[in-house]
């Protein structure tokens, strides 16, 4: 059981460090601060703020870009258009989207007048007919008179304790009552759908002309518009059922449902607007694993929306940290391989030989060559490197080399380079003696032979490339 568990946690633990990680980098394109540019792992160390931009070789890399103005800018990374608006299912004139609270509040100021019962229709008579025509009157002891025609006639007796009450008048009443009520609602939608059109015009305008908008701040306050409205559109439609269904049209009615559709229609296309504006201006996920290459070259390119000329351009330079990396530099090298030069002296006890001398050249020689240098990409200014390569000395004969170097800078570099060189050199013929005496012939040549050797080097080389990026292209 427990070598079970030992290896399912093994398995899961190997499972963990082979999924791979995005690092993102965001930047904030508002006025500048601490925090403008901040590099998430999606590991343990999130929301790092970092003195450099650097990521991990084994990660991929996105960018997103914050607090942008999307109204008054167009946003395009590497001349590829980044998601700016996207498309806005919004149905301001859903149904569903009718509060039902709304719609209760409205339908109790308008008197269901075809329904209502004996005691009902008394206490309408007290609210609306009482007060004008029946004040002395007890309304406990009024007789509904539905086959009346005549209630003036009916009003106009002097009867203290009893009175007769014409059903068609009451309901005739009701409704022009009830007219009244829906164009005061007209009237008070009207002016809450003016105010709402001037703040929405007037925000647009001002978010136009502002350089960086806050995400949250812009929603917080579109999502205040969206619900004011919902709720105007709300009353509008309950309203626009009980005019239609209560007979309550009129002409002054109709001119003014008209004029509330066209606001409310601005409203819209203005919220439309609001809702269609997409903050997440950002990279797909660029890998770079296998690639020979330094660092990531992302530039960020801000448009005019209405001119559509390029207005700022911010490159950003990302340094790959971690893997290896192979460079070629070239420069002037000194080896202690170095080839034996020979001279003769006559010797002074015998005439037919000679002694054989070394000439004095020096402990080393020098010539140019290139190496590779293989290193670690430790993100910073200064790394250990790895050397091979070979160097053409001026003999022109070839030697290899082999070593470490300590190379400085980043854009260009300078190395510092010290290893073994290995090579073909002259050597004297192994039956001869430097100082010894031999009969040369008449060539009175000193033999020599060329034997591979190891010596070692220094030199210093330089990086004639720049270093190697992989440009975003988000196509």
Known sequence: MKKSLLLASLFFSLLSFAQKRNTVIEIDLSEPKKETITVKNGGKKDNVQVNQLEFHYKNSLSFNFINGNPLKYTYKIKNNLVNIFEESNLNIFDKSQISPKVEAQIKADIIEADSITLNEKKKVVQTFIVQDYFKNFNINNIEINSTSNNFSELSKKNKPQKAIVDVNYLLS????????IVSDKLNTLAD?????????????????????????????????????????????????????????????????????????????????????????????????????????????????????????????????RGGIKIDVSGGLYFTSLVDDEFFTEDDPNNTDEKIIRQKDLGKFDFGFGSLLNIRFRNGKDYTLVANVGAMLKADQDFQFLTG????????????????????????????????????????????????????????????????????????
């Open 173 to 180: 009443s009701i409704r022009k009552q009830n007219k009244k």
């Open 192 to 320: 809450k759908s003016k105010n709402l059109d001037n703040q929405i015009t007037l925000f647009i305008q001002n978010s136009k002309v502002q350089k960086s908008l806050d995400k949250d701040d812009f929603e917080s306050q579109r999502d205040v518009f969206y619900v004011e409205y919902v709720n105007i559109v709300s009353e509008y439609k309950v309203l626009e059922k009980i005019i239609t269904e209560k007979e309550l049209i009129n002409a002054e009615n109709l001119k003014k449902i008209k004029s509330n559709e066209e606001i409310n229609s601005k409203i819209e296309e203005n919220l439309k607007i609001l809702f269609k504006v997409n903050f997440d201006n950002y990279s797909l996920p660029i890998d770079v694993t296998g690639k020979n290459i330094d660092l990531v070259e992302v530039t960020l390119e801000i448009y005019d929306k209405e001119k559509n000329e390029l207005i700022e351009s911010h490159p950003y330079r990302i340094w790959i």
């Open 404 to 475: 470490l170097g300590l190379s400085f800078g980043r854009d260009e570099r300078l190395i510092f380079n010290a290893g073994l060189a290995m090579g073909r050199v002259d050597r004297l013929q192994s039956n001869l003696q430097v100082g010894n005496s031999y009969n040369l012939g008449d060539s009175n040549t000193v033999s020599v032979v060329k034997k591979f050797d190891i010596g070692c080097f220094f030199g210093v080389s330089y990086n004639f490339s720049k270093p190697k990026s992989d440009k975003s292209k988000t196509e």
